[in-house]
């Protein structure tokens, strides 16, 4: 076996590739950019090499530098994970050439699956099935629109050389074909740098399904059974099981066939996945069609560990070193139901657009990392780690492996229930709306669920307001009796502990809402009015999290303090509470020099006061809107505005100098 390979990767899947090689006692290089010096995958490693600046183009593609790594550190082979380098035949090329082993299959099977058009010749030769649809040479317009018209509509334009979902039309009929043909090249050129066209039929209610393959170099190969992916945005996937649901033996014994021929006629080594798309007729048969093949290790495949037992990054480390295959087709057994939901830094409620931010706090449920479990965390992000612009918005990956899919299903939720994360948009709430909708959960499946979906799916997170508003309080109380420390309720002075006396918050988020409350002598308790009278006590846990009974019913609630308040967790969701305390000044202020400064990047919506007005502590100075969310700044003390340093209407950076406020005394 290898005694040191270099994991030419970064994230999770860098991360994930060394827990296995350090299972099997070999050794890890990490290379890294400017961006990811304190990365987790760097330290995963036994030893790491910088190869350039943030930019993937000028540090993990450059494979001159990565090559001058290994060479460097003594790698025998090479990991390149998923991305970047994993479907580069130069680079496999390259690797051959200097004597490094290429942990993937061969170059030529690379290039072979690499053109969509070029591979469905290949496939139907081979007798896989494929999508009715011309993949042909001839791309003279006139030529197209004759086979889109024999197809019959609505066909999909896809770009040969495309991937990522990118350059894909549908045409619903003979009029439109020729303006969605020009606008697929131009995309495609723009994209991909090569304008050749397929053309195919568009399946109705598509489902994927894909198959994970296994070869190795004395010609044996296997199928580990299929991935449903069919839960997808943007063409990109969110959800992933195994088994599919509904597939029946018969099927699953016809695609793994299928997927076997498939990569049978290139010679296929090591890891890879034959995507099919499955057509779900109203009244008929589920039929299957190739799509691509992935020469790679998929970003899904902890799925097909859980449920065969096996780990996959083994046995491309068994193959890449020449081993045969550890075991024949029937000796494959799967067990169970698995899920994997994809964690990213991006706001659904926005067309899932990609966030960057810093993960202020990310409190993970019990689980296993990197290894079959019940519950199985792959991660290459830790608390305190920046989300950058420069790589993908996956912070992690959750893995729930049961006995069947309802119970893989109970597992998702509890687990994503645990998954707390504070500090840029993220889609945990989404996801669990998502197994826990209609259509998930009884297998109605096809790529466009979450569309169908959507009223449920983005609907407002709804929270019984006694628990946040207990939750907001019993954090607000800790705070001040300085158990939270460093908190910024803390930074306003002029509040005592005050014994019995009512006092009254204003809550702005999510609700606005007045509360009255008492915070009698004994610790640990207190009372507050909203529609009715509750009371409250609560118990320190580890860290953030509070035993909390409110009205006779005890939970754990986690309650992270930020900048504008406080982020309450509980077991249907969280919910990030705006409390403004007039006693106390305004959360999310800080008087800087007698200056007010914003507590985050927004646009003022409301200016309240103008030079020379008088105000007393608690009165609303402006309104800020930022992240569809609006922040009143209110005035810590009383004092007189001497400047106001921006317009109705502008947009301000968090921290910029909002107004100046000179105290009264
Ligand atoms: P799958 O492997 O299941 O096909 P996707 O197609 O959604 O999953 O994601 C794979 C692609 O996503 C890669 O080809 C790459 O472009 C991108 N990608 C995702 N995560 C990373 C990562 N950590 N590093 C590099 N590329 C990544
Ligand atoms: P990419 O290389 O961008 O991943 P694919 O050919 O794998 O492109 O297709 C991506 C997705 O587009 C599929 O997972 C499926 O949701 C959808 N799709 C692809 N081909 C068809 C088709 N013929 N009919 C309907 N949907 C399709
Ligand atoms: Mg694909």
């Excluded at 158990?483 to 009512?502: E, R």
């Excluded at 007698?594 to 103008?610: D, E, H």
């Amino acid at each position: 076996m290898f005694k040191k390979i270099l994991i030419a990767n970064r994230g999770e899947i860098a991360c994930r590739v060394a827990a296995t090689a350090r299972r099997m006692g070999i050794q890890t290089v990490a290379v890294y950019s400017d961006a990811d010096a304190q990365a987790p995958h760097v330290r995963a490693c036994d030893e790491a090499v910088h190869i350039g600046p943030a930019d993937p183009k000028d540090s993990y593609l450059q494979w001159e530098r990565i090559l001058a790594a290994a060479e460097k550190t003594g790698a025998q082979a090479i990991h390149p994970g998923y991305g970047f380098l994993s479907e580069n035949a130069a680079f496999a090329k390259a690797c051959e050439a200097v004597g490094v082993t290429f942990i993937g299959p061969s170059p030529a099977a690379i290039e072979a699956m690499g053109l969509k058009a070029q591979s469905k010749r290949l496939m139907a030769a081979a007798g896989v099935p494929l999508v009715p649809g011309y993949h042909g040479d001839n791309q003279d317009p006139g030529y197209l629109k004759s086979q889109a018209d024999a197809i019959g509509y609505p066909v999909l334009v896809k770009a040969s050389a495309g991937g990522g979902g990118k350059g894909m039309r549908i045409v619903s009929s003979s009029d439109a074909f020729l303006d969605a043909l020009q606008a697929c090249k131009r995309e495609a050129l723009n994209s991909f740098a090569n304008d050749d066209v397929l053309i195919e039929k568009y399946v109705q209610r598509p489902r994927h399904i894909e198959i994970q393959v296994f070869g190795d170099t004395q010609g044996n190969l296997v199928h580990l059974f299929e991935r449903d992916c069919s839960v997808q945005r943007r063409h990109q996937k969110v959800l992933e099981e195994s088994p599919a649901p509904g597939l029946t033996p018969e099927m699953r014994e016809a695609m793994g066939q299928a997927a076997l021929a498939a990569a049978r006629a290139v010679h296929y080594v090591g890891a890879g996945t034959v995507e099919f798309i499955v057509e779900q007729p109203a009244n008929g048969e589920m039929d299957f069609f190739f799509m691509e093949m992935n020469t790679r290790l998929q970003v899904e495949h902890p799925v097909t560990e859980a449920i065969t037992g096996i780990d996959l990054v083994e046995w491309q480390l068994c193959v890449a070193n020449g081993e045969s295959l550890p075991c024949d087709q029937s000796d494959i057994r799967m067990h169970g139901h698995a899920i994997e939901a994809r964690i990213c830094a991006e706001n659904p409620q926005q067309q899932f657009l990609p966030a960057t931010g810093t993960v202020m706090r990310l409190a993970l449920p019990a689980c296993a990392q990197f290894t079959v479990a019940p519950i199985r965390w792959d991660s290459g992000v830790t608390q305190g780690d920046r989300i950058s612009p420069h790589y993908d918005s996956m912070i992690a990956k959750l893995i729930v492996h049961g006995e069947t899919r309802s119970q893989a299903l109970a597992l998702m939720d509890q687990a994503l229930s645990e998954t707390h994360i504070v500090g840029l948009h993220h889609n945990v709430h989404f996801l669990r709306a998502l197994v826990n909708g209609p259509s998930f959960k009884t297998a109605d499946l096809d790529t466009s669920l979450i569309e169908r979906d959507a009223a449920h799916l983005f609907a407002a997170n709804r929270l019984p307001v006694h628990w946040w508003a207990a939750g907001a309080l019993v954090a607000l109380i800790a705070s001040e009796q300085s158990v939270v420390k460093g908190h910024p309720w803390l930074a306003a002075d002029g509040w005592q502990p005050m014994g019995g006396a009512t006092r009254h918050l204003h809550v702005t988020a999510p609700t606005d809402l007045q509360v009255a409350f008492w915070v009698p002598s004994e610790p640990g308790c207190l009372r507050f009015q909203l529609d009715a009278l509750h009371e409250v006590s609560w118990v320190p846990l580890a860290q953030d999290s509070w035993r909390i009974t409110v009205d006779g019913v005890q939970q754990t609630l986690r309650l992270v303090p930020c900048r504008s308040g406080v982020t309450v967790f509980m077991r249907e969701g969280s919910v990030d509470v705006t409390i403004q305390d007039p006693l106390n000044g305004a959360f999310g202020v800080d008087a800087v020099a007698g200056g007010l400064t914003a507590p985050m990047p927004g646009k003022v919506v409301a200016l309240r006061v103008a030079v020379g007005d008088r105000v007393a502590a608690g009165d609303v100075l402006a309104v800020m809107e930022a992240m569809k969310m609006e922040h009143t700044i209110l005035a810590p003390g009383a004092g007189v505005v001497t400047d106001v340093f921006f317009q109705l209407g502008e947009q301000v950076a968090e921290g910029d100098a909002l107004l100046q406020l000179e105290s009264e005394s």
